[in-house]
């Protein structure tokens, strides 16, 4: 899997967007950026993937680069509960190395 | 539909005992991940399992640890002799068959066991 690199902390105002960066700039042509979360000591919980497009869903955007090399997680309307380790991973979608492998991510914090 | 579920949530074990962790993959979901998370450390791949196939075990420990995941009934992460550096969360995840959207391939994590040894 190409490796990332997050910064490893970063706060936003509760209400605000929250914009967390990640570079990727070896990832292959056929593999996705994938988002997860990690609030404490809960299990990790899916957010967003993406290929070349950018995408919406109910939690988050996921903006990417054209020449992919890098992207950007968009909370829209941080809240409190959002506070958590984020993990930017790029990773083939499936076979024998479709595993997650994890990094340090970025820690969330939220403040009221 | 439920989640992917994992018990015990705790388990305490005596060093030299023997740790047995269940994960059960969320319905229709055929593969099984297996992570492990040190106290305040980050998330390690452990094993990758498919029904009645190990696919990548390259994150296992080469001595006590295996896992399964039989052709009925749950994953099981097995630990043998525990040591008091067992003590973690360990993790599981379960995702579609391969044929899914390509993409859609997304890992759905449990709760996680907490094993200590004392």
């Known amino acids: 899997d190409a490796k990332t690199t997050q910064p490893p902390s970063m706060d936003c105002a509760e209400g605000r967007a929250a914009n967390l960066p990640c570079n990727h700039s070896t990832i292959s042509g056929n593999e996705y950026v994938y988002w997860y979360r990690q609030i404490h000591s809960q299990g990790p919980q899916y957010i967003i993937h993406g290929l070349k497009n950018n995408e919406t869903n109910e939690m988050a955007s996921l903006i990417i680069t054209e020449d992919r090399k890098s992207s950007t997680l968009i909370l829209p309307h941080a809240t409190l509960r959002d506070t958590a380790v984020y993990y930017c991973i790029v990773r083939v979608a499936s076979g024998a190395n479709s595993k997650l492998t994890f990094g340090k991510g970025i820690t969330l914090s939220v403040r009221p | 539909n439920a989640g992917v579920m994992q018990n015990p949530r705790h388990l305490v074990r005596r060093r030299g005992q023997e740790a047995r962790l269940r994960c059960s993959p969320m319905k229709g979901h055929s593969h099984v991940y297996w992570y492990r998370q040190l106290p305040e450390e980050g998330l390690k791949f452990m094993v990758y399992?498919?029904?009645?196939?190990?696919?990548?075990e390259s994150g296992m420990p080469k001595e006590r640890f295996s896992a399964e995941f039989p052709k009925e009934g749950p994953s099981i992460l097995r630990i043998q002799q525990v040591v008091r550096g067992d003590s973690a969360a360990y993790f599981c995840?379960?995702?579609?068959?391969?044929?899914?959207?390509?993409?859609?391939?997304?890992?759905?994590f449990g709760a996680g066991s907490r094993l200590t040894v004392l």
């Open positions: 399992l498919q029904k009645e196939n190990i696919i990548d």
């Open positions: 995840a379960s995702s579609p068959l391969p044929h899914t959207p390509a993409g859609a391939n997304v890992l759905t």
